[in-house]
């Protein structure tokens, strides 16, 4: 997974857990964020950081396309613990010229903006706030 692709699957994860928020699905962000074995401060955030509206919805008598809607935004934060157990290989090369086999780093909430996953595992930098030379990257100056 690279940083790109990592921020893109955050993205995702955010959207949904938004949306089953706003349709009050889950009540609170902390609910959802442990239905779904996301960090809670990371969902605090999104929160906070969305305009909080929430939609007045009859979950007894949803239409057939909002309980679809649900259904997929679940799916999408259900994914995240199928990612969580299943992350690909860091890949780099070892001095024995095999590649490290180990999963990527998850980055801890405070890194979230840049993709839940790391592209390296934690040996190899994963969780390094720097920006590694082999991918020249512009780095956001904090
Ligand atoms: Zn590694």
Known sequence: MN???SREFTARL????????????F????DLARRFGLPLP???HWWRNSDQQIQAVDHLSLTPKQ???IRRATQTLEGWEKRKRYRPPC???LASGGKCKLSVAI???????????ADRCRMHG???RRVRKVKPQQEDET
């Open 67 to 69: 309980a679809k809607t």
């Open 27 to 30: 009540r609170k962000p902390d």
């Open 14 to 25: 955010e959207k949904a857990a938004l949306f089953l928020l706003s349709l009050e699905v």
């Open 3 to 5: 940083p790109a692709q």
């Open 91 to 93: 890949g780099a090369l």
């Open 126 to 128: 994963g969780l390094s």
């Open 107 to 117: 980055r801890p909430p405070e890194g979230w903006d840049r993709g839940c996953l």
């Open 42 to 44: 990371v969902v605090r």
